[in-house]
């Protein structure tokens, strides 16, 4: 029993830091947000951001892993003494329903992103596209131009 409240602690303890690791994404979701929304995209900030998620990801999917090894020895002592853990059992149900709104968040504003930097890119495509298009215009004047003072041989048939 004492080892069961140790483990439930545990549990307990993970789901607070996965809740801290998701607000720290949002965060990072928001700077993401900024370097992309501007009239031009900040790279460097885009880039720190993405290092930062992925450090963030990592450590919740060690969080996860641990909670589910934690949860194994403790399942059968929760499930059969639902009365004992009762404020335990419910506070873990309510840190459980942070997290969801918490994901939820994140995935909106992940999907926002996504739909912001796909923009950008297209924007992007566009003005590389027009600056060719430019240049290759400036190209073909020039060599129309340089063309004009040259006249080109003739040849009269004299013989009518």
């Known amino acids: 029993m004492d080892n069961s409240k140790n483990y439930i602690t545990i549990l307990i ?3 607070n830091k996965k809740i801290k690791l998701l607000e720290y994404i949002l965060v990072e979701n928001k700077r993401q947000q900024l370097s992309v929304s ?3 995209m900040d790279e460097e900030l885009f880039e720190e951001t993405m290092e930062k998620k992925e450090g963030y990801i990592n450590q919740i999917n060690d969080i996860d ?3 589910e090894t934690v949860y194994h020895h403790v399942r059968e002592e929760l499930s059969g003494n639902p009365g004992q853990y009762k404020d335990e059992i419910s506070q873990l149900k309510e840190l459980i329903s942070v997290i969801t709104q918490k994901s939820m968040e994140v995935q909106l504003s992940e999907k926002r992103n996504e739909q912001l930097v796909t923009k950008k890119f297209s ?4 003005d590389i596209h027009k600056s ?5 215009v400036a190209t073909d004047y020039y060599k129309t131009m340089s063309k004009i003072g040259v006249v080109e041989p003739q040849y ?3 013989k009518k």
């Open 13 to 15: 303890d993970s789901l």
């Open 123 to 126: 924007d992007i495509r566009k």
């Open 38 to 40: 501007g009239e031009k």
């Open 156 to 158: 009269l048939d004299k």
């Open 132 to 136: 060719k298009n430019v240049s290759k």
């Open 65 to 67: 892993q641990g909670f």
